[in-house]
C-alpha cells in the first residue's frame, strides 16, 4: 500500500507540476502587472465590504470560509516536513509560490464568480462550473468534480485529522480513538446545518484562532530576536545553493517548498474559488481580489510563524535525499507538529505543546468543515435539481468515517494521500484556468476602468463579450426591469 501511494505521488507531483504551480503563477502576475502588489489597499478595503443575503455570503464570510480550508495543518505540521526535506531553503520557495499563487487565486475565484449558479436558494459555484460554461468541456468539469469529491472528500480529511490526534496525544496523552469519536460528533453537527452554519463557524473560529498564533510566534521572535537575522540568511542562502550545509539539496528545496506551499495555501489548486462563488457581490473581481489576499494570510503570515518558530529556536531537523541527517536539532521526534510543539515547549513550558495541540484542533478541524463544503458544491454541481438527495448524505457520512479512518492510521500514508489529491486538482485546475485567463483578465480591466472613472463597479457579462454567465445576465436583466418599473411609476 505504501509503496503503491508513494508511486502515485511521485507521477502526480513530478517536476512538470512544480514548473506548472510556478510558471502559472509567474505568467499570471505579468499579466496582471502584479495585482497582488498594485491592489493590495483594495484588497484589504474590500475585505469587509457587502452583506450576506439569502441566497450568499458575505465578502468577509467567503474570505474566512477560503481561510478555513487554506489555514489547517499545512501550517504547522506542513511546513516542518518541508523544511525537514528541503532544508530551511523551502521556506523561501514557499513564499515564492504565495506571492505568484496570489494572481493564481486572483483568476480562479474570480472565474468562479463569473460562472457561478443559484442552485436551491444558494450560490454555488468553482471549476466544475466554470471548466463547463467556459471551455464547454462537460467531460473535464465532470472529471474535476469526481476528483474533488475523491481527494477533499476522502483523501484530504485524513491528514488533518490525523494531525489533530497526534498533537492532542503528544500534549496531554489523549488517544486517538477517543480524539476520532469526539471528532466526528463536532463534523457531524457542523456540517449538518447546512452553508450558513459553515460560514457562521467559520467567521468566529478562523480569524480568532489565526490571529492567537501569529501573536505566540511574534513573542518566540522576540524572545530570539539576536538570531532573526542569522534565520533569514540561512533562508535565502539555502533557497539558492549558496550555504554550505544545506546548498547541496537545493533541488529538494524547491520541490517541498513548492509542494508543501500549493498544499498550504491552495492558490491554483482549484479549492478557493468554491467558498468565493458564495459571496455576494457586485463584481466578480471584488472577490478575486479579496482570494489573493487570503493566500498572504496563509503562507507569508501563519506559515512564516511556524518556519521562524522552528528556525530561530533550531527544533528541527533536515535529512538529505538518501536519508542521511545532515542537522539534527531535535531528538526522538518524528518530523510534523512535534517539531513546533518541542520549540514552543522549551520556550514556554508548561503551555507550548498545549497551544500548538489546540492551534492544531482549530485549524485543521475548520479544514475539514472547509473540505466537506467543497465536496457539497461538486455534488450540487453533479445533481443540480436534486433528485439524488442520497448523494449529500452519503457525503457527510463519507467524511466522517475518513476523519475517523485518518485520526488512527499512520502519518506518513495520510500525507501522501492527501497529496496525491491536491496534485489531482492543481493539475486539472491550472490547465483550465490558463485556458481561461482572458475572461478574468477582461473582468480586472472592467473593474480598474469602473474604479477610475469613481464608480462602484458593476458586472455586464454582455458588454464585456462573456457568454454563459447566466447568473449574472439574469441579475443585470432583472436590475434593467426594476429600472424601467421605477420610471413608469414615476
Given at each position: 500500500?505504501?509503496?503503491?501511494?508513494?508511486?502515485?505521488?511521485?507521477?502526480?507531483?513530478?517536476p512538470?507540476l512544480?514548473?506548472?504551480?510556478?510558471?502559472a503563477?509567474?505568467?499570471?502576475?505579468?499579466?496582471?502587472?502584479?495585482?497582488?502588489?498594485?491592489?493590495?489597499?483594495?484588497?484589504?478595503r474590500?475585505m469587509?465590504e457587502?452583506k450576506s443575503?439569502?441566497q450568499g455570503?458575505?465578502?468577509?464570510?467567503?474570505?474566512?470560509?477560503?481561510?478555513a480550508g487554506?489555514?489547517?495543518t499545512?501550517?504547522?505540521?506542513?511546513?516542518?516536513?518541508?523544511?525537514?526535506?528541503?532544508?530551511?531553503?523551502?521556506?523561501?520557495?514557499m513564499?515564492a509560490v504565495?506571492?505568484?499563487?496570489?494572481?493564481s487565486?486572483f483568476?480562479?475565484?474570480?472565474?468562479?464568480q463569473v460562472y457561478?449558479?443559484?442552485?436551491?436558494k444558494?450560490?454555488r459555484g468553482?471549476?466544475?462550473f466554470?471548466i463547463e460554461?467556459g471551455?464547454g468541456?462537460?467531460?473535464?468539469a465532470?472529471?474535476?468534480a469526481f476528483?474533488t469529491?475523491?481527494a477533499t472528500?476522502?483523501?484530504?480529511p485524513?491528514?488533518?485529522a490525523?494531525?489533530?490526534a497526534?498533537?492532542?496525544?503528544t500534549a496531554?496523552?489523549?488517544?486517538p480513538n477517543?480524539?476520532?469519536?469526539l471528532?466526528?460528533?463536532?463534523?457531524?453537527f457542523?456540517?449538518?446545518?447546512?452553508?450558513k452554519?459553515?460560514a457562521t463557524?467559520?467567521?468566529?473560529?478562523?480569524?480568532f484562532?489565526a490571529?492567537?498564533?501569529?501573536?505566540?510566534?511574534?513573542v518566540i521572535i522576540?524572545?530570539?530576536i539576536?538570531?532573526?537575522p542569522?534565520?533569514?540568511k540561512?533562508?535565502?542562502?539555502?533557497?539558492f545553493?549558496?550555504?554550505?550545509g544545506?546548498?547541496a539539496?537545493?533541488?529538494?528545496a524547491?520541490q517541498?517548498g513548492?509542494?508543501?506551499?500549493?498544499?498550504?495555501?491552495?492558490?491554483g489548486?482549484?479549492t478557493?474559488p468554491h467558498?468565493?462563488?458564495?459571496?455576494?457581490?457586485s463584481?466578480?473581481a471584488k472577490?478575486?481580489?479579496?482570494?489573493?489576499?487570503?493566500v498572504?494570510v496563509d503562507?507569508?503570515?501563519?506559515?512564516?510563524?511556524?518556519?521562524?518558530?522552528?528556525?530561530?529556536?533550531?527544533?528541527?531537523?533536515?535529512?538529505?535525499?538518501?536519508?542521511?541527517?545532515?542537522?539534527?536539532?531535535?531528538?526522538?521526534?518524528a518530523?510534523?507538529?512535534?517539531?513546533v510543539?518541542?520549540a514552543l515547549?522549551?520556550?514556554m513550558p508548561?503551555?507550548?505543546?498545549?497551544f500548538v495541540?489546540?492551534?492544531?484542533?482549530?485549524?485543521?478541524?475548520?479544514?475539514?468543515v472547509a473540505y466537506?463544503?467543497?465536496?457539497?458544491t461538486?455534488?450540487?454541481y453533479?445533481?443540480?435539481?436534486?433528485r439524488?438527495p442520497?448523494?449529500k448524505?452519503?457525503?457527510?457520512?463519507?467524511?466522517?468515517?475518513?476523519?475517523?479512518?485518518?485520526?488512527?492510521?499512520t502519518?506518513?500514508?495520510?500525507?501522501?494521500?492527501?497529496?496525491?489529491g491536491?496534485?489531482?486538482m492543481?493539475w486539472?485546475?491550472l490547465?483550465?484556468i490558463?485556458?481561461?485567463r482572458?475572461?478574468?483578465?477582461?473582468?480586472?480591466?472592467d473593474?480598474?476602468a469602473?474604479?477610475?472613472?469613481g464608480?462602484?463597479p458593476q458586472?455586464?457579462?454582455?458588454?464585456?463579450?462573456i457568454?454563459?454567465?447566466?447568473?449574472?445576465?439574469?441579475?443585470?436583466?432583472?436590475s434593467k426591469?426594476?429600472?424601467?418599473?421605477?420610471k413608469?411609476?414615476?
Amino acid at each position: 500500500m505504501n509503496e503503491l501511494v508513494s508511486t502515485i505521488n511521485g507521477i502526480i507531483w513530478s517536476p512538470a507540476l512544480i514548473v506548472l504551480c510556478l510558471g502559472a503563477g509567474l505568467y499570471f502576475s505579468l499579466r496582471s502587472r502584479f495585482l497582488q502588489l498594485r491592489h493590495f489597499r483594495e484588497m484589504t478595503r474590500i475585505m469587509f465590504e457587502g452583506k450576506s443575503s439569502e441566497q450568499g455570503v458575505s465578502s468577509f464570510q467567503a474570505l474566512t470560509m477560503t481561510l478555513a480550508g487554506r489555514v489547517g495543518t499545512g501550517n504547522i505540521a506542513g511546513v516542518a516536513t518541508a523544511i525537514t526535506f528541503g532544508g530551511p531553503g523551502a521556506v523561501f520557495w514557499m513564499w515564492a509560490v504565495a506571492f505568484l499563487g496570489a494572481s493564481s487565486a486572483f483568476v480562479e475565484s474570480t472565474l468562479g464568480q463569473v460562472y457561478k449558479e443559484q442552485i436551491a436558494k444558494e450560490y454555488r459555484g468553482g471549476p466544475a462550473f466554470y471548466i463547463e460554461k467556459g471551455l464547454g468541456m462537460k467531460w473535464y468539469a465532470l472529471t474535476f468534480a469526481f476528483a474533488t469529491i475523491l481527494a477533499t472528500g476522502l483523501l484530504l480529511p485524513g491528514v488533518q485529522a490525523n494531525s489533530i490526534a497526534e498533537g492532542l496525544k503528544t500534549a496531554v496523552g489523549i488517544d486517538p480513538n477517543v480524539t476520532a469519536a469526539l471528532l466526528a460528533i463536532a463534523l457531524g453537527f457542523i456540517i449538518f446545518g447546512g452553508v450558513k452554519r459553515i460560514a457562521t463557524f467559520a467567521e468566529l473560529i478562523v480569524p480568532f484562532m489565526a490571529l492567537g498564533y501569529i501573536i505566540v510566534a511574534c513573542v518566540i521572535i522576540f524572545l530570539h530576536i539576536e538570531q532573526l537575522p542569522g534565520v533569514l540568511k540561512l533562508i535565502f542562502s539555502s533557497a539558492f545553493g549558496l550555504d554550505a550545509g544545506f546548498g547541496a539539496i537545493i533541488g529538494m528545496a524547491i520541490q517541498w517548498g513548492v509542494k508543501r506551499g500549493v498544499y498550504s495555501n491552495e492558490a491554483g489548486q482549484g479549492t478557493g474559488p468554491h467558498a468565493s462563488s458564495a459571496a455576494e457581490v457586485s463584481h466578480p473581481a471584488k472577490q478575486g481580489l479579496v482570494q489573493g489576499f487570503s493566500v498572504y494570510v496563509d503562507t507569508l503570515f501563519v506559515c512564516s510563524a511556524t518556519a521562524f518558530m522552528l528556525l530561530i529556536t533550531g527544533q528541527y531537523n533536515v535529512e538529505g535525499p538518501n536519508g542521511v541527517a545532515m542537522y539534527t536539532g531535535v531528538q526522538g521526534v518524528a518530523s510534523g507538529p512535534g517539531y513546533v510543539q518541542t520549540a514552543l515547549e522549551n520556550t514556554m513550558p508548561g503551555f507550548g505543546a498545549i497551544f500548538v495541540a489546540m492551534a492544531l484542533l482549530f485549524f485543521a478541524f475548520t479544514t475539514i468543515v472547509a473540505y466537506y463544503y467543497i465536496a457539497e458544491t461538486n455534488i450540487a454541481y453533479i445533481d443540480r435539481h436534486a433528485r439524488h438527495p442520497w448523494m449529500k448524505f452519503a457525503l457527510k457520512v463519507a467524511i466522517i468515517a475518513a476523519t475517523v479512518y485518518g485520526t488512527v492510521k499512520t502519518a506518513d500514508v495520510a500525507w501522501a494521500l492527501g497529496d496525491i489529491g491536491v496534485g489531482l486538482m492543481a493539475w486539472l485546475n491550472l490547465v483550465a484556468i490558463l485556458l481561461m485567463r482572458n475572461v478574468a483578465f477582461k473582468c480586472l480591466r472592467d473593474y480598474e476602468a469602473q474604479k477610475a472613472a469613481g464608480k462602484d463597479p458593476q458586472f455586464d457579462p454582455v458588454a464585456l463579450g462573456i457568454k454563459n454567465a447566466h447568473y449574472w445576465e439574469r441579475r443585470l436583466g432583472e436590475s434593467k426591469a426594476a429600472g424601467e418599473t421605477e420610471k413608469v411609476v414615476g
